[in-house]
């Protein structure tokens, strides 16, 4: 069935520096989004991408989507202490989560 | 409502026992998903219903759950002969029609003591 893989699982990252995460499917994606669940909370829709090779960008996030639709990232710059939680990918039809990455910020 | 209502929002229950879970979606939408989550793991897909019927039950894992949306709104979560191993954060989402952006409850935290 289908399988979304995200890595890095953990990443600290000083405020200021940049923060990548990525997301694999077994599968081709008819689309993919992306959620982000601070700690203590529920996960909240941040982007759906569902064209080949898309890019969109959110203030400091910009997402992509791969051309063969199996793979995205999502790349924050200059964190802030705000960008702290779990951002998972999640494959369309069912949605079906990745296990997420965690990001901590330094001060 | 303005959004996804699930309650209770905590229930602590004795292994052995059946519990019930209820979500209340955003009116309107004919998609609803339910997950179990569990600490520092990513949402476990249970179950997907469109309208009314379970579209997908492929993520039960075991005859002990069921779910259940008569009417294709609110649905509810039945588990039976609870155990330990269930305890986890139930999280309903509902989105307009499958597979577009989906919006959470707050999560039933469930625990089988």
């Known amino acids: 069935g289908q399988q979304v893989m995200q890595i890095p699982q953990y990443q600290h990252v000083q405020e200021g520096e940049d923060f990548t995460t990525y997301c694999n499917s077994s599968t081709t994606l008819s689309n993919i989004q992306w959620y982000k669940q601070r700690p203590g909370g529920h996960p909240v829709f941040l982007i759906q991408?569902?064209?080949?090779?898309e890019v969109k960008k959110q203030k400091r996030l910009t997402f992509q989507f791969g051309e063969a639709k199996k793979n995205s990232s999502l790349h924050i710059t200059a964190t802030q202490t705000t960008d702290v939680g779990t951002y998972f990918c999640?494959?369309?039809?069912?949605?079906?989560f990745g296990k997420g990455t965690r990001l901590h910020i330094l001060p | 409502g303005a959004g996804v209502s699930q309650t209770p929002s905590n229930k602590v229950t004795e292994k052995g026992k059946y519990v019930e879970l209820r979500c209340d979606p955003i009116?309107?939408?004919?998609?609803l998903y339910w997950y179990r989550q569990s600490l520092g793991q990513g949402p476990e897909f249970l179950i997907y219903f469109q309208g009314t019927g379970a579209a997908d039950d492929s993520g039960l894992p075991n005859d002990r759950f069921f779910a259940v949306r008569p009417e294709g709104s609110v649905s509810t979560l039945k588990i039976q002969r609870t155990e330990r191993g269930d305890s986890a954060v139930y999280l309903c989402?509902?989105?307009?029609?499958?597979?577009?952006?989906?919006?959470f409850g707050q999560g039933t935290r469930l625990t089988v003591v």
């Open positions: 999640a494959g369309w039809d069912k949605i079906i």
């Open positions: 991408l569902v064209k080949s090779g």
């Open positions: 009116s309107g939408h004919t998609a």
């Open positions: 989402a509902s989105s307009a029609r499958r597979g577009t952006e989906a919006f």
